[in-house]
């Protein structure tokens, strides 16, 4: 969002202010204000004019102004009505030379999940991909996908949904699927020039369009999607802050340890339990022939935890 709009709606977020004390504030004329009062409004902020100034009476459940205004991570927000799919976009933006840039697009036509499996999009839900450049070798970048799994699940359980994770990045409610993360990358031998995480989550998606999914909403009623999107950003940009605790949070939300699982890999499949993870991202699973470390894979969960 635009750096002054940000400050006229944390300051009307306080209370009423009048335009003159905002012109004084922000050192721009009072027509500047209300300029920038009015394509807030266009946005869909309700602003209202009272006797003691405007004051912020209501936010747009969703749209890019929205998610920035609730954002405390320093993220620009680029939001469109329809894309093909956030992740292309985000690609493009990458290209340019973006970073920590969220691509949200209210409805995706062409939206893609792992193994180039399509994603249906329905309505409702959040669709977003960040760009970002960390300082890191490619080996590493699969934590990255792990941390936007727990900021997903984190947000989830916030909006007091019971969500755990499946090996590696899907948010799942007693095995009915909430949200997955696809993670694109570019870079050379030794270093990441950028990674693109893609996020898809059932936010207030009627289950109707989830035969085989859950979402917020019908899980514990609907969620408001700009506190849920902000939340996740939020949490991933946290995370990422300290790249070494982001294994131990995906513990403490995992599913797949101590469940017996038949993983997929391009070459084999391996069979057994699922017994820890590894930095960054690596599943460790007891076979018949002692431990396997697996680092990519399709994993199904064989049993209901005991």
Not at 29 to 37: K, Q
Not at 181 to 198: F, K
């Amino acid at each position: 969002m635009q750096e002054t709009r940000a400050l006229i709606l944390d300051r009307l977020a306080d209370g009423p202010v009048s335009g003159p004390t905002l012109a004084s504030e922000l050192d721009i004329s009072r027509a500047a204000v209300w300029n920038h009062v009015e394509t807030l409004r266009e946005a869909g902020f309700e602003i209202r004019d009272t006797d003691d100034g405007y004051t912020l009476a209501a936010v747009p459940e969703f749209g890019g102004a929205a998610t920035a205004f609730e954002l405390d991570a320093d993220f620009e927000v680029e939001y469109h009505d329809e894309l093909a799919s956030t992740n292309a976009t985000a690609r493009d933006r990458a290209s340019e030379g973006a970073e920590n840039v969220v691509v949200v697009a209210e409805r995706q036509t062409g939206g893609r999940g792992r193994l180039d499996r399509d994603w249906e999009s329905p309505d409702g839900g959040v669709y977003a991909s960040l760009v970002v450049r960390p300082d890191l070798p490619p080996a590493h970048a699969p934590v990255y996908t792990l941390a936007a799994a727990v900021a997903v699940a984190d947000a989830a359980r916030d909006a007091g949904v019971d969500a755990g994770i499946k090996w590696p990045n899907d948010v799942q409610v007693d095995g009915r699927k909430l949200a997955g993360i696809l993670t694109e990358m570019e870079g050379e031998a030794d270093r990441v020039s950028w990674l693109v995480v893609g996020i898809g989550a059932n936010a207030n998606v009627d289950p109707a369009d989830l035969p085989r999914g859950t979402s917020i909403e019908s899980e514990v009623g609907p969620v408001t999607r700009r506190e849920f999107l902000a939340s996740i950003v939020d949490r991933f940009a946290e995370l990422t802050d300290d790249v070494e605790s982001i294994v131990p949070a995906w513990r403490e939300r995992a599913v797949t340890l101590g469940q017996q699982v038949r993983v997929e890999t391009p070459r084999e499949t391996i069979e057994g339990e699922a017994i820890d993870v590894e930095f960054p991202g690596t599943l460790l699973v007891e076979t018949d022939d002692g431990v396997r470390r697996v680092t990519a894979g399709d994993c199904e969960h064989l049993r209901p935890r005991e």
